[in-house]
């Protein structure tokens, strides 16, 4: 069994905002995290997969296939954009770094082929914070 | 003469729109970036400044007082912002990295003490982009 | 379950050496590391966290919390200091990054709240040397 | 138990070659990495052990002796070199990060001495790619 | 004015090799990186280019047009190849960092549109080695 | 003319601190930098030299030959010591970085052949702080 990790980037506009609070409560909570004309960030995204190497080509799974899998599942859907207003895959949840990285693995899990399983979504929101989540089963 | 450098760190939101065009103008122009929901980064911010050793201290500046001083007249009006309506000094101008590194000389510039000269801004929009700016009289 | 990483700085220095050896046995086991006036490092602490994310905030721990929290039991005690002078929860220890980075653990975990579990103390000593400690259970 | 992780650097040249398949399925398959003139990267290489500091010490192991052994058991054999052509532990395998990985850890393995356990190899190809082996018994 | 840099990365293989000494002289000279069957690296390339930003886009260039005139000019010569054997701008050259610095120097700038200029070119060949080439007139 | 640079990497300890001051005055000053026990430092070394390249080496300075008379020049008498006490080059300085850059410039500056000419010491004393120096006759 190997891991093999593909780093990504995106971009987009978020707030922490819990719409069922007061815009006392949020701010008390979120601080300016909760400023209601948005903030955002580069984020770094791991996907990480694993399984056996294919003794003919020595690859656990072509790279740039999995670069184009993300691309399209993932980043398509948030790169350069609001992710409180333009992700359907978001709406309704609230715009944490620990909720946004169960979502994308949630949204491209289903799309990796049967032979790799996917093993971990490493997310960073700026450079001193990241979530790791390992799915379900773990 | 030496040169002293402090990187400090925001995140923001903004969007690349020119008001004066039409919605079709600024997409053909801007593509993803002019996003009407916003999108955002992490920006990473040089601050060079020049001068002369104080044989007292060994210190061109105090770099924590300096660090201050960028807190204040900076960082305190850009970080968790959105840079196209929550910004003063960036009303009326494009939000662009160009302008931004150029606007955040103009604030900070008048700002220093008179035995240093600021130098350089240097502002990284994501990690494969950065402006550099060293004033209008060079 | 997922995982939260907040990576905090600190400066130090310390110097490897075993007090009921000789001079010459300090440095003919730890060399250059031994030198009697010290030498120091930049550390980087990665302190990683985990739980489920509670519903209302999507946060798994309020990231500032968790950040003020580090800085109150372990940057306070730490940062700007000597590792084997002026450090109470390291006297009559070694000063590797090892019997370091069990000490972070041992030191932050009682401060934790209940909900979350700390999961993995990382420390860089320098760019190209790293120890991680996961606790006594795993 | 501890961790500590040496981070090391070598660069190479190699191809993605299948010598069983065509010309024509090569590069259908492997694309420009299959270019029959190579090409090359630096490859960054974390060697994970663990096991329990030694009280005396405070160390796991010697990181500098680590270093060394890392240094003549495979750097001496895969820096500046073509990972194809010159490296005895490749020969008759293919060249991709997931397998030379692999190669790494089985050169690497026997020549640690007993008190630890080589616990990772983590082997980066690109900045982007990295690819991570626990060995069989995981 | 205001200098904005895009930086880039390709991958290749070359050696250090002068055809007119004998392979004992290039091996003294050049040691390991002689080696007749190529090494390889990744390089990082930091385009930047000055001028002043246009009013109605803030934009000194468009940073995505500046890529795509790098990857066509520059890249698609030189990623994924064999540097000594596959360019055809480096034939009859020396293939070290300095004299690849200038030829994508010569190769870049006829390209560049006229309202902006070719600053430099920075070429980090490995993360501790870089040369920087400002054009001829400087 | 080109620029070539190579990055080095030195540990020490030290402590920002005036002898002809009381300690209060030190403490007012510096702060914690002034801990009479001192503190330390990863220290990032850029040393850029400028020139034309070799025509039959392509280099403008064969790099490892550069890094070997950083390592004589200066590494030797830094790494892993304390630049208050162990550096004679730095007897009666002040500590800071600024000083620091200096003196590894006059220190390494004499040892360079004559075809090659210093032209920055660039000096990391953190992540987020550097000083850079181009002599006296810039």
Redesign the interface.
């Known amino acids: 069994?190997?891991?093999?990790?593909?780093?990504?980037?995106f971009?987009?506009?978020?707030k922490?905002y819990?719409p069922s609070w007061t815009p006392e409560q949020n701010e008390q909570?979120?601080?300016?995290?909760a400023?209601e004309?948005?903030?955002?960030?580069?984020y770094e995204l791991y996907v990480?997969i694993k399984g056996m190497?294919n003794?003919?080509?020595?690859?656990?799974f072509?790279?740039?296939k999995l670069s184009s899998i993300i691309q399209r599942e993932v980043l398509e859907h948030l790169?350069?954009?609001?992710l409180n207003?333009?992700v359907p895959f978001m709406q309704g949840?609230?715009?944490?770094?620990?909720?946004l990285?169960?979502a994308i693995w949630d949204q491209l899990a289903p799309h990796l082929p049967e032979e790799v399983q996917l093993h971990c979504i490493k997310l960073y929101e700026?450079?001193?914070?990241?979530?790791?989540?390992?799915g379900v089963t773990?």
């Open positions: 069994m190997v891991y093999l990790t593909r780093i990504e980037h971009n987009a506009a978020h922490l819990n909570v979120f601080g300016k995290c400023n004309n948005w903030h955002g960030h580069n990480t190497p003794p003919d080509t020595g690859f656990l072509d790279v740039k790169d350069h954009k609001n207003l333009d949840k609230m715009c944490s770094t620990e909720v990285a169960i700026t450079p001193r914070i990241y979530v790791e989540y390992f773990r």
